[in-house]
């Protein structure tokens, strides 16, 4: 059984620019989250897949958007990159299904993304 | 609006005594509570969640629905529990959302 895996590990983007983030979810799990954590704070989230539908919005604009293939696997895009996009993003995945399902999420390693 | 807080960002306790990681939490939906822990160059791991009503770890959080908190205690502290925790809440008013505190930081003093 492999975990959540994230790419790339590190990026470095200039502000405007466009990003792509991607996530292997666990084997079995359906249901994918993705989360942004800045220095000191706690992670928060942006948005939820599950079978490749969106399941939830957390508080950010539309230039957040994302993806989620038959595979289970996501993409996590951001357009018109600002300074405050500085951070880490995490990647959760669950079995989904039910409630406890939905709440044991296994997170990936993270990819720091750097706007300058 | 929905929010977690963790009043205590560093905590510092020695071995063999009770810890106790505050979490009050604002929603007016069910709350569904969860503790998520990261020790040291790990990633982020699910602790426990109230509706299992398990000790994990020797740790143990009871959801106060009146007092709208969800500490985390063990009574004896070890120096593998030093770690950051962070509590989270899942809401559903459409979808799922999950919010999630700013942590605490936990330090066990031998």
């Known amino acids: 059984e492999t975990g959540v895996t994230q790419s790339p590990t590190h990026l470095i983007k200039t502000r405007g620019q466009q990003v792509t983030l991607r996530c292997s979810s666990q084997?079995?799990?359906?249901?994918v989250s993705w989360y942004q954590q800045a220095l000191g704070q706690g992670p928060q989230f942006i948005f939820q897949y599950y079978r490749e539908e969106e399941n939830g919005r957390g508080n950010f604009p539309p230039r957040f958007s994302g993806l989620q293939f038959p595979n289970y696997s996501s993409e996590l895009n951001v357009n018109a990159l600002e300074l405050d996009d500085s951070a880490l993003y995490l990647c959760a995945s669950s079995p989904g299904g039910g409630l406890a399902g939905v709440g044991e999420q296994f997170f990936g390693p993270g990819t720091r993304l750097t706007v300058l | 609006a929905q929010r977690v807080t963790q009043p205590e960002k560093l905590l510092s306790v020695f071995k063999g005594a009770p810890v106790e990681l505050k979490c009050n939490y604002s929603?007016?939906?069910?709350?569904?509570l969860f503790w998520y822990v990261q020790y040291s160059r790990q990633r982020l791991q699910l602790l426990l969640r109230?509706?299992s009503r398990e000790s994990i770890k020797g740790f143990t959080a009871d959801l106060n629905k009146g007092e709208t908190s969800f500490h985390l205690k063990k009574p004896f502290a070890q120096e593998e529990d030093s770690a950051m925790y962070y509590c989270?809440?899942?809401?559903?008013?459409?979808?799922?959302?999950?919010?999630f505190g700013t942590g605490t930081s936990l330090t066990v003093i031998p």
């Open positions: 989270a809440l899942l809401a559903r008013p459409t979808g799922n959302q999950f919010y």
């Open positions: 084997s079995g799990h359906n249901t």
């Open positions: 929603y007016s939906g069910s709350p569904e």
């Open positions: 109230h509706i």
